[in-house]
C-alpha cells in the first residue's frame, strides 16, 4: 500500500524519494526522485505543467495527498513571483509576519538592511517598486534564517536590469547564510547564471540534469556554457533561433 511520508526537520538538504502527485486524473509528478546537497543551488526549468511548481509546493509543505517521501531539512521559505504583500500592513510588519520573541522588529529591520531597504521599514507596501517588494519579500524570507529557501519564478514580472540586480542580490544572499536553494524558472540564461546544477522536468520526472560548469564570474563567455545551453534548450523542445 502507498504511503504519503511526512517531512520531518533533517540537515540533510533536500530529499525526494518515488513522488507521484495527480490533480483528479491528472498525474502531475511520477515516480520523482531528487536529492539536494545541503547548500547547493539549484535551477529546476521545464515547460508549463511539467510539474515544476507542483514540487516546489510539495517542499514548502502547501500540498499533500502525494505517494513517496518528501524531505526539506530544517525551515523552509518561499519566496513566490508575486511579492504577496499585505497592503495594510507595513514593509516591516509584512518582513516580521510569524516572528516571536522581543526583538521581533530589530530583527524585521536588519532583514530590510540586508536587501537595500532599510529606509523602506515604514512604508506600505503599495508605494514600492516591483524591484523593491521583491527584494521585502526575499527579507521575509530569509528572516527566519531557513535552512531551504524555495524560489518560485521570484523574478519573471521584473525588467530585465531590476532582475539582474535581483540575481547579484540573492546569489550574495545565498553565500552569506548557505541555504540550500531550489529555484523555479522557465529562463534557460537565469539558471545558467545562478545555479550550480540545472534539472529539466519533463512530464512529471527528471529528464535532464547536469552540474554548471566554471565559476560564475566567467560562464558568460565560457564554451562549455555555452554546450550546456544546447543541450538544455534541446531537453525543453526549444530549437536555436537560427535553426527556426
Not at 516572528?99 to 532599510?118: P, T
Amino acid at each position: 500500500m502507498s504511503t504519503r511520508v511526512p517531512a520531518p526537520r533533517t540537515s540533510e538538504g533536500v530529499v525526494v524519494e518515488h513522488v507521484t502527485k495527480s490533480f483528479g486524473e491528472s498525474r502531475v509528478l511520477t515516480d520523482l526522485s531528487l536529492r539536494l546537497a545541503p547548500g547547493s543551488f539549484t535551477a529546476v526549468l521545464g515547460r508549463s505543467g511539467c510539474g515544476k511548481s507542483t514540487l516546489l509546493r510539495l517542499l514548502a509543505g502547501l500540498d499533500g495527498d502525494y505517494v513517496g517521501t518528501v524531505r526539506a531539512g530544517g525551515d523552509v521559505a518561499v519566496a513566490f513571483q508575486e511579492p504577496r504583500l499585505w497592503p495594510w500592513a507595513r514593509v516591516e510588519s509584512n518582513v516580521a509576519v510569524g516572528l516571536q520573541g522581543k526583538d521581533v522588529k530589530d530583527r524585521a529591520r536588519a532583514a530590510l538592511a540586508e536587501v537595500g531597504l532599510a529606509d523602506k521599514a515604514r512604508s506600505w507596501p503599495l508605494t514600492l517598486s516591483g524591484g523593491q517588494a521583491q527584494r521585502a519579500s526575499l527579507a521575509r524570507a530569509l528572516v527566519r534564517e531557513p535552512s531551504v529557501l524555495l524560489l518560485d519564478e521570484p523574478f519573471g514580472a521584473l525588467d530585465a536590469l531590476t532582475r539582474l540586480s535581483m540575481h547579484h542580490l540573492v546569489l550574495d544572499l545565498w553565500r552569506r547564510h548557505a541555504p540550500t536553494v531550489l529555484l523555479v524558472t522557465h529562463d534557460v540564461d537565469e539558471a545558467l547564471a545562478l545555479a550550480d546544477r540545472v534539472l529539466v522536468l519533463d512530464r512529471g520526472q527528471v529528464s535532464f540534469d547536469a552540474e554548471v560548469p566554471e565559476e560564475r564570474a566567467v560562464r558568460a563567455e565560457s564554451l562549455g556554457i555555452a554546450a550546456l545551453r544546447r543541450r538544455l534548450l534541446e531537453a525543453l523542445h526549444v530549437r536555436p533561433a537560427k535553426e527556426r
